[in-house]
């Protein structure tokens, strides 16, 4: 599968974005989709999963009840859109798809480019 994030960009703070990651080559469906994140001088880390079904969700306790991951069968995409953001957000977000349902990296061997979203505050 191949995996492309779009959708970042520059906001202010307390504002919203909708990251989409599209995927070609196979169905989404197929896989549990993350997203991750890398801030400027730290390691890449968790923010999101969503399982087969789509009922199983985790978020990283950072942006628990401010970010929401879902996935669109028919556009073959996952998305996560991001509310009320805050300059700590400010990051590089990777889509990744596994065959684990994890927070491990490690787990993800498919990774899309990453997309920069860049919060102000």
């Known amino acids: 599968v191949q995996l492309q994030a779009s959708g970042g960009g520059l906001v202010q703070a307390g504002g919203s974005l909708r990251l989409s990651c599209a995927a070609s080559?196979?169905?989404?469906?197929?896989?549990?989709m993350g997203w991750f994140r890398q801030a400027p001088g730290k390691e890449r880390e968790f923010v999101a999963y969503?399982?087969?079904?789509?009922?199983?969700?985790h978020y990283a306790d950072s942006v628990k009840g401010r970010f929401a991951i879902s996935r669109d069968i028919a556009e073959n995409t996952v998305d996560l859109q991001m509310n009320s953001l805050k300059p700590e957000d400010t990051a590089v977000y990777y889509c990744?798809?596994?065959?684990?349902?994890?927070?491990?990296?490690?787990?993800?061997?498919?990774w899309g480019r990453g997309t920069q979203v860049t919060v102000s505050s």
């Open positions: 969503i399982g087969w079904s789509s009922s199983s969700k």
């Open positions: 080559g196979r169905p989404v469906s197929s896989y549990a």
């Open positions: 990744a798809a596994s065959m684990a349902l994890t927070v491990s990296q490690k787990s993800y061997p498919y």
